[in-house]
């Protein structure tokens, strides 16, 4: 007979019993990588047009994409480069832009600085990304652009929203920050709109440490994207329209290129990818279907005709009607008394933050703003207080004993479900 067990918020023993971190990321760098840096070092510590990495990211990141856009643009950020996009698709003032209510900010928040507008549309809880019905509903004659993010790495319904947007004439503006190496039917997910971001942040599955890349096949959107943040030589050397290549000396004033050193560690990232991918997958899968059993969780679904690439983060939802209504906050207290490392997705919906939520551009004061939301009952609102974050295992099959603990702790909390029902209600709380 084994020892009475109890929760560990309770005095129990923990059912994960690895020290935190469980997601390590980004992995450390190998010997060629290390080497190339030092190289660069005595090479070039600036920047020549697209010269060296850069160009070599930028070549590489295209042949990532099957070919699928004719060009690629490195920036110092996926800020930078959603802001780039952004003004090579024509936001000023008065055009609207469509996007999905709960996303990551800076997927939306560059278009109040080119003084344009957010018009917040639900999402759909299957992709939990851009809701092709609510986006319908959420046009207006301003409308100009729809920006796509394919959240945690799942595509959005891209058949359905490309059609919308052919059908109105707007442009579509896919954020793959989180979704390197998505596909949706089979084609790469940076290749469905008019414009593709790619944050290369130290958090993403292909990581600059700072940086961030756009991609299009349309020339005119490469020449403004390009103009915004290159001024000088690559400008001079890759702006094809001959008017606009008049501005190669300054550019449109700003510059937002990414450094050499960032370039060559994105393209290291890059090659480790595939494999790092597949890794990634059978630790996912396998804690999807360990989760399977679970009643008060709903694993994350994966629609058959994707492809989920990077994932970003492992992210189901809490079903507190199958745990006795216990709120979130106390299950995932629950849950990292047991060991885990799992929070709260750390992005609010978008119209709860001040940039959104006030009547007025803080750019530009005095200029009003239009953007509406969806607020309570929305599918934002139900994912935002019901997901869970966990960790983006990728060490397979190393992971696979973790993740089995991560699973049971899971498990152990149904079996004390009324002991942690008196928890969340005692005076201690
Ligand atoms: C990370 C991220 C960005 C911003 O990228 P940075 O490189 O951090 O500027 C934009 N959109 C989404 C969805 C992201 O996850």
Not at 166 to 195: I, M, N, Q, W
Not at 266 to 294: M, S
Not at 338 to 359: D, F, I, K, M
Request: include cysteine.
């Amino acid at each position: 007979m084994a020892t009475a067990e109890r929760l560990a918020l309770l005095g129990g023993a923990p059912a994960v019993d690895q020290p935190l971190p469980h997601e390590i990321w980004p992995p450390p760098a190998d010997e060629a990588e290390l080497a190339e840096i030092a190289g660069q070092r005595n090479t070039d510590i600036s920047i020549k047009g697209n010269s060296g990495p850069i160009g070599r990211l930028e070549t590489d990141f295209l042949a990532f994409l099957d070919g699928g856009a004719r060009y690629a643009v490195t920036f110092n950020s996926g800020t930078s480069a959603l802001l780039a996009a952004y003004f090579a698709l024509g936001v000023r003032d008065g055009v609207d832009v469509v996007g999905p209510a709960l996303t990551y900010h800076a997927a939306l928040s560059p278009v109040f600085a080119l003084r344009g507008d957010v018009v917040l549309a639900d999402i759909d809880p299957d992709t939990r990304g851009l809701d092709p019905k609510a986006l319908q509903a959420a046009l207006t004659e301003r409308t100009k652009v729809i920006t796509v993010v394919h959240q945690w790495g799942h595509p959005c319904d891209m058949d359905a929203i490309s059609r919308i947007a052919e059908r109105h004439g707007l442009r579509v503006l896919e954020d793959c920050s989180h979704a390197h190496g998505s596909r949706y039917k089979g084609k790469p997910v940076g290749t469905f709109g008019d414009a593709a971001v790619f944050s290369l942040q130290a958090n993403k599955a292909v990581y600059a440490g700072e940086g961030g890349i756009l991609v299009t096949s349309d020339p005119q959107v490469h020449d403004r994207a390009t103009l915004l943040g290159h001024y000088r030589d690559r400008s001079r050397d890759t702006v094809l329209d001959e008017d606009l290549r008049a501005h190669w000396v300054t550019g449109f004033g700003l510059k937002l290129r990414m450094s050499p050193f960032n370039a060559i560690v994105a393209r290291h990232a890059l090659a480790a990818f595939p494999a790092r991918k597949e890794a990634r997958h059978r630790c996912l899968r396998h804690f999807g279907d360990q989760l399977g059993d679970v009643p008060y969780l709903e694993p994350v679904q994966v629609a058959a005709h994707v492809d989920m690439g990077a994932w970003y983060g492992y992210k189901p939802l809490y079903r507190p009607e199958a745990l006795g209504g216990v709120p979130r906050s106390v299950l995932v207290e629950a849950l990292r008394a047991e060991g885990l490392e799992v929070g709260a997705p750390s992005g609010p919906r978008l119209s709860t933050l001040p940039l959104y939520a006030r009547p007025e551009n803080p750019l530009f004061p005095g200029v009003p703003k239009r953007g509406t939301a969806p607020e309570s009952g929305s599918h934002a609102a139900y994912v935002e207080q019901h997901a869970l974050s966990l960790p983006t295992f990728t060490d397979w099959p190393k992971d696979r004993a973790l993740i089995d603990q991560y699973a049971e702790a899971f498990r152990k909390i149904g079996r004390h479900r009324e002991a942690l029902v008196r928890y969340a209600a005692g005076p201690s709380r």
